[in-house]
């Protein structure tokens, strides 16, 4: 199986910072990679699918990038409704997520 | 608007089973896959199980194998989760999931509000 390993766990920031999350994959897993925000109480949320692309209706500030088996998630200007816990998500063999890396808002 | 409800959970003890539903609307149901994810109390994102479009395809989280069975009925565009022989680890919140197309590589597009399972004795 694949494992996935997000970086860091919790990590505090300003409003207008600029913060990266970093997920590893045991294996490559090409482009096949996504990320999800979830807010405390409710289901995740698709931000990025095949590593790079801006699900519709996301905020410009969520970019990432990457290939095989490093990838980041970057939020460029935080926002307060930032406040969440974000999940990279391999679905190149099989479906797994990384741990987790909740941001929070200084 | 997509919009996927599921229903369906409880607090039920350790052994017995239980029938999960994800009713689907605003979209061709019978057009995409669809997975369960869980997630036990505090506890990150697990994924369980997928069904393809048809309905001919069926995948397990190893953790599930054997005891739960995914299986869909698209005239009712109703999805559903059979779970067998509860154990206490099954405790979560299970969500039901339409994927972005009709291949297995695509990412989890949209997700119910999910429905509570208690396993408890």
């Known amino acids: 199986d694949i494992q996935m390993t997000q970086s860091p766990s919790t990590l505090s920031a300003s409003v207008g910072d600029r913060v990266t999350i970093t997920c590893r994959a045991s294996q490559s897993v090409y482009l096949w990679l996504a990320w999800y925000q979830q807010k405390p109480g409710t289901a995740p949320k698709l931000l990025i699918y095949?590593?790079?692309s801006l699900e519709s209706g996301v905020p410009s500030r969520f970019s990432a990038r990457g290939s095989g088996t490093d990838f980041t998630l970057t939020i460029d200007g935080l926002q307060p409704e930032d406040s969440a816990t974000y999940y990279c998500q391999q679905y190149d063999s099989s479906w797994t997520f990384g741990q987790g890396t909740k941001v929070e808002i200084k | 608007q997509v919009q996927l409800v599921e229903s369906g959970g409880g607090v039920v003890q350790p052994g017995t089973s239980l029938r999960l539903s994800c009713a689907a609307s605003g979209f061709s149901f019978s057009d995409f896959g669809m997975h369960w994810v869980r997630q036990a109390p505090g506890k990150g994102l697990e994924w369980v199980a997928v069904?393809?479009?048809?309905?001919?395809?069926?995948y397990y989280a190893d953790s599930v194998k054997g005891r739960f069975t995914i299986f869909r009925d698209n005239a009712k565009n109703t999805m559903f989760l059979q779970m067998h022989s509860l154990r206490v680890e099954d405790t979560a919140v299970y969500y039901c999931?339409?994927?972005?197309?009709?291949?297995?590589?695509?990412?989890?597009?949209?997700w119910g509000q999910g429905t509570r399972v208690t396993v408890s004795s």
């Open positions: 069904i393809s479009d048809g309905g001919s395809d069926k």
């Open positions: 095949d590593a790079s």
């Open positions: 999931v339409k994927d972005r197309g009709g291949g297995w590589r695509e990412a989890f597009h949209i």
